[in-house]
């Protein structure tokens, strides 16, 4: 790039310096600011739960309740499932990458109805201070499920504050449901057929449906939660002719397809990961596509699998079962295409490649220890112990959150126009990768031999895995906060970003890095499928 050229790049007015000041932030209506919004907001909250986190761990390095007594504990792991399902999880990449990229992918101005994105920020923040203020006040020690009669009858903690702020957080993810479909049928570019879409876009698509069709289900749930413990009206109390069983029901019928919430968009972040990098179209595009719907919609059959202990009739048990392994299949196919993808293609090994293939070798790990527990017997030795934490979190944090990282390496040189140092990205990788494994691995053999979930103490036979674990849980953490630090360098300080820095197709990389404002210079026009690498031939990184 001639120094003319990116002296006149420099001066271009972009939705970064279009507007200045507080107050053009906190009113802005683009999505990309909306986006960054949440991405504070999300990574604030990533912050704290990850704060408990380490409080945990510390507990657990000895077998003696040493370091804080039962009570905090029990407010420890409840806040920090809470904070990081709800507040970091669930909104990560659909508000933050989905928010920026939507629109650019399906060039779009902006989202369908830009105000209301701006108050589902709004909402979501609220609902988040308000669950901290909770927290400050004492928190609450049920365990993220809220599981009755603890909640309602035994608790003396802040349940119902708490469930407030969920409630009130929930709204939020049904406006960005409703905002991403209607954006997604109504203002593709010419030429953008359904077929041509991103699989990106799909797989929000998908989320979307569970954000619609899920929240509210959980918000009667938390009504329900409070109604029951502010009147008692036998609602879930057996002596009054309620049921403690039917709390579970509702909060697992939308409890499970959330955990699709927190993975099926970062399957998207993984479609356009491996294309990018190996240079290939996708395998099966149309078959990936609807596996995310499938997903999406056979994810609201498969509840009981949390309730095989709860008395629930043993046929019933069988058949959450069989469904639970059909549910798998949409997710395998995945899996697989991703590897056909990356067959004979010409693998490059940038930092957002390493996240990707992270990615899928936890989420497999992650994925095969689900169906280990969606057998019945299997389940019924290892049901709540950490066997469940240990396939939960490589999904969520071997998955969801080495996706979410790898999608923001990908894109940050769209976002903020600036590349990030390849050495120190790549070696943050690999040490997220190395502390994950030893943080959660050995909690799978802890589960198997037996040690239950959210205790203190334990015997001291289990001193030596969970040593292991909090040396793990320290590295990871370690490895959490280098991206944090060169990503914040790499804003003022990093190398300028040319439009297309990985020679990647898609709509979002042929406008400028950072966008303009409405995002396109010209309204673009589409006459190819996506992904379609063969053809064209750009630079890789400059
Ligand atoms: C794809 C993303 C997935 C995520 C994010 C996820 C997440 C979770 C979470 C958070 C729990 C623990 C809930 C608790 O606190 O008690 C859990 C438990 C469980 N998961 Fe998954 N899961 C996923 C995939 C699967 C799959 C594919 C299957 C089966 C085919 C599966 C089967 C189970 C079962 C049976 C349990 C209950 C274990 C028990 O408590 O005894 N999961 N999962
Ligand atoms: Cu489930």
């Not at 009570?71 to 409840?78: I, Q, V």
């Not at 299949?329 to 590897?339: D, E, G, I």
């Amino acid at each position: 790039m001639s120094t003319q050229v990116a002296k006149a790049d420099r001066r271009r007015t972009h939705y970064l310096n279009a507007d200045f000041g507080v107050k053009s932030w906190l009113l802005t209506r683009d999505h990309k600011r909306i986006a960054l919004l949440y991405l504070i907001s999300v990574s604030l909250f990533f912050l704290l739960g990850g704060l408990m986190a380490v409080f945990i761990r510390l507990e657990l390095v000895t077998p003696a309740g040493d370091f804080v007594q039962a009570g905090t504990y029990n407010r420890l792991f409840t806040m920090h499932g809470i904070l990081m399902v709800f507040f970091f999880l669930i909104p990560s990449v659909p508000a933050v990458l989905g928010n920026f990229l939507i629109p650019l992918m399906i060039g779009a101005k902006d989202l369908a109805f830009p105000r209301i994105n701006l108050a589902s920020w709004y909402v979501y923040t609220i609902g988040g201070l308000f669950t901290l203020w909770a927290v400050l006040q004492g928190g609450v020690d049920t365990g993220w499920t809220f599981y009755v009669p603890f909640s309602t009858t035994y608790s003396n903690t802040y349940v119902i504050a708490v469930g407030l702020g969920i409630f009130i957080t929930g709204f939020s993810s049904i406006m960005t449901g409703v905002n991403f479909i209607v954006t997604i049928h109504r203002m593709r570019a010419p030429g953008l057929t359904w077929f041509r879409l991103p699989l990106f876009v799909w797989a929000h698509y998908a989320t979307s449906l569970i954000f619609i069709l899920g929240t509210p289900v959980l918000a009667i749930t938390i009504l329900l939660l409070a109604a029951e413990r502010m009147f008692h009206i036998g609602i879930f109390d057996p002596a009054l002719g309620g049921d403690p069983v039917l709390f579970q029901h509702l909060f697992w019928f939308y409890s499970h397809p959330a955990v699709y919430i927190m993975i099926l968009p970062t399957m998207g972040v993984m479609s356009e990961l491996v294309t990018a990098f190996a240079r290939k179209r996708i395998f099966g595009y149309k078959v990936m596509a609807f596996a995310s719907v499938a997903i999406a919609i056979l994810g609201f059959l498969v509840w009981g699998h949390h309730m095989y202990v709860s008395s629930q009739s043993p046929y019933a048990g069988m058949i959450f079962s069989v469904l639970s392994m059909l549910v798998a299949v949409p997710s395998a196919v995945k899996v697989f295409n991703w590897t056909a993808t990356l067959y004979e293609g010409s693998v490059s090994w940038e930092t957002p490649m390493l996240y990707a293939l992270g990615f899928i070798g936890l989420f497999t790990i992650g994925g095969l220890t689900g169906v280990m527990l969606a057998t019945l017997g299997i389940d019924i030795h290892v049901h709540d112990t950490y066997f469940v934490v240990a396939h939960f979190h490589y999904i969520m944090v071997g998955g969801a959150i080495m996706g979410f990282l790898g999608g923001l390496h990908f894109w940050w040189p769209k976002i903020t126009g600036r590349l990030y140092p390849i050495f120190w990205s790549k070696f943050g990788a690999i040490v997220i990768f190395l502390g994950f494994n030893l943080t959660f691995f050995p909690q799978f053999l802890l589960g198997y031999m037996g040690m239950p979930r959210r205790y203190y103490s334990y015997p001291d036979d289990f001193q030596v895995l969970n040593v292991m674990s909090s040396a793990g849980a320290t590295i990871l953490g370690i490895g959490y906060l280098i991206p944090v630090i060169y990503l914040i360098w790499s804003m003022r300080y990093g190398k300028r970003a040319s439009a297309n820095p990985w020679g990647a197709v898609g709509l979002e990389w042929e406008t400028h890095s950072p966008p303009p404002t409405f995002n396109f210079d010209e309204p673009p026009t589409v006459d190819h499928e996506a992904y379609e690498y063969t053809k064209r031939k750009e630079s890789r990184v400059e």
